[in-house]
C-alpha cells in the first residue's frame, strides 16, 4: 500500500540507476553474453589459449612464436569458420576453464581431455586427438613397471591434469609433485626428484629424445584420452561451426597432413576412428 505513494520521479531515477548498474555488471563480465561466434567474426580475430610449453602439440619456436600441432589446428579451424586472425594466448591447464568462462579467451586448443566435471562448467568441441597415458620412470630405474608399483611412490603430473587428479585419487599413498608442463616434470624425474611421472607416452617419448632425458616409459598404456577444444557454455552456433571445421579436416585429409607433419608420421584420424562410439 505504501508503495503505492512513491512519486515518479523517484521511480525514473531508480530505473535509470538500475540501467547503469546492469550496463556495469555487463561490462565487467568480459562479453559473456552471445554467441561466441558472432563476437570472433565481428572482431575478426580468434583468440586461443594454449600452454605454449608442451611440445609438439604447442610450444614457442626459437622466434618465440607458437608452432606445433595445436597451433597449425587452430589456425586451419580459424580459417574454416571465416576468422582472418588468430591471437595465441599462453596459459595453463588450471587458468583453462576460468579463463574461458571469464572472456579471456574465446576457445582452448590445447590438448585438453574431456570429463563430465569439466563438461558442466564449459562446452567441447567434437574430438580432434586422442592421447595414450603411460608411467615413465628414470633410465635406471627397473622396479617399477605397471599402477600397482606406484603405490607410496613420489609421482609428477602437470598441474590442472586429469593425471594429476588419477594420481592424487587412484594411487594408494601416492606423494604427488606438480609441474607447469611436462618438460619440467620429465626433466626432474630424470634427476631422481620423483619415483614416476604420469604424461602422454607420445609427448613423453618426444621430449625425452629432444632434450636428451634420461627417462622410458614402462608397461602397458593406463588409458586413452580424448583431446577435444573448449569453449564458453550455451555457445550452440560457435559449437556447431567449430565441430563442422573439425569433421572436415578429418575427411578431406588436412588433419592427417598436420598430424604427420608434427607427431613423427603418426596420423592422427586413424586415431580418432579408432576411438569407441561413445567416445567420438
Known amino acids: 500500500?505504501?508503495?503505492?505513494?512513491i512519486r515518479r520521479p523517484f521511480k525514473v531515477a531508480?530505473?535509470?540507476?538500475?540501467v547503469v548498474v546492469s550496463g556495469a555488471l555487463v561490462g565487467c563480465s568480459g562479453g559473456s553474453s552471445g554467441d561466441v561466434l558472432q563476437q570472433v567474426r565481428d572482431n575478426g580475430t580468434l583468440?586461443?589459449?594454449l600452454t605454449q610449453a608442451n611440445p609438439p602439440w604447442n610450444f614457442l619456436d626459437d622466434a618465440g612464436k607458437p608452432v606445433g600441432y595445436d597451433v597449425d589446428v587452430a589456425r586451419e579451424v580459424a580459417r574454416r569458420i571465416g576468422v582472418d586472425n588468430v591471437e595465441f594466448v599462453a596459459s595453463n591447464f588450471q587458468s583453462f576453464i576460468e579463463g574461458v568462462r571469464a572472456g579471456r579467451f574465446d576457445i582452448v586448443i590445447s590438448g585438453q581431455t574431456v570429463t563430465d566435471e569439466r563438461k558442466q562448467q564449459v562446452d567441447f568441441s567434437t574430438p580432434y586427438q586422442v592421447n595414450g597415458v603411460s608411467i615413465f620412470t628414470a633410465s635406471s630405474n627397473n622396479s617399477i613397471n605397471s599402477l600397482e608399483d606406484l603405490r607410496g611412490k613420489v609421482i609428477a603430473v602437470s598441474a590442472g591434469?586429469?593425471?594429476?587428479?588419477?594420481?592424487?585419487?587412484e594411487i594408494p599413498g601416492a606423494q604427488v609433485k606438480t609441474y607447469q608442463n611436462a618438460t619440467l616434470g620429465l626433466t626432474d624425474l630424470g634427476r631422481g626428484n620423483a619415483d614416476a611421472m604420469l604424461v602422454s607416452r607420445f609427448q613423453g617419448s618426444y621430449l625425452a629424445k629432444q632434450n636428451g632425458l634420461h627417462v622410458k616409459p614402462v608397461g602397458k598404456l593406463l588409458e586413452s584420452e580424448v583431446n577435444a577444444m573448449s569453449f564458453r557454455k550455451g555457445s550452440t552456433e560457435f559449437k556447431k561451426e567449430i565441430d563442422k571445421a573439425i569433421s572436415d579436416m578429418i575427411d578431406d585429409g588436412t588433419l592427417t597432413k598436420i598430424s604427420r607433419k608434427w607427431l613423427g608420421g603418426l596420423d592422427m584420424v586413424a586415431e580418432l576412428k579408432?576411438?569407441?562410439p561413445e567416445q567420438s
Open 1 to 5: 500500500m505504501g508503495m503505492s505513494r
Open 274 to 276: 579408432a576411438l569407441p
Open 14 to 18: 531508480f530505473s535509470l540507476l538500475a
Open 47 to 49: 583468440r586461443v589459449a
Open 161 to 169: 591434469t586429469t593425471q594429476e587428479k588419477f594420481a592424487s585419487e
